[in-house]
């Protein structure tokens, strides 16, 4: 499995920006579909967005669209979480995943399609 350490993450006010990174060793960066997933106290890890292999083709959940921007540097083996307009309802922590996929074009967004997992960096975003 690929092994994934997310940084980037802090306090932040509402209408600000944060970039998320997420640094990945031991397997070959560009066999995974990588994803970003947010868990607030109380609730559910939700699905944020996802990118494939050949980074080409992104999908976000409705709430982040048009605010956030999931990219790859796939010679870097590190995705990125652009997030811009940052709401109080985008406190959570965030947690870098990896789907291995033979499909270059392929995105998840199920939790349970991506089997390895960083730690997580916590985003608070204070009003």
């Known amino acids: 499995q690929v092994q994934l350490e997310e940084s980037g993450g802090g306090l932040v006010q509402a209408g600000g920006s944060l970039r998320l990174s997420c640094a990945a060793s031991?397997?070959?960066?560009?066999?995974?579909?990588m994803g970003w997933f947010r868990q607030a106290p109380g609730k559910e890890r939700e699905f944020v967005a996802s990118?494939?292999?050949?980074?080409?083709?992104?999908f976000y959940r409705h709430s982040v669209k048009g605010r956030f921007t999931i990219s790859r540097d796939n010679a870097l083996n590190t995705v990125y979480l652009r997030m811009n307009s940052l709401k109080p309802e985008d406190t959570a922590t965030y947690y870098c995943?990896?789907?291995?996929?033979?499909?270059?074009?392929?995105?998840?967004?199920?939790?349970?399609?991506?089997?390895?997992w960083g730690q997580g960096t916590q985003v608070t975003v204070d009003t």
């Open positions: 990118i494939s292999r050949d980074g080409i083709t992104t």
């Open positions: 031991g397997r070959t960066f560009t066999s995974y579909c």
């Open positions: 995943a990896a789907a291995a996929t033979d499909n270059s074009g392929t995105y998840f967004t199920r939790p349970t399609d991506f089997g390895s």
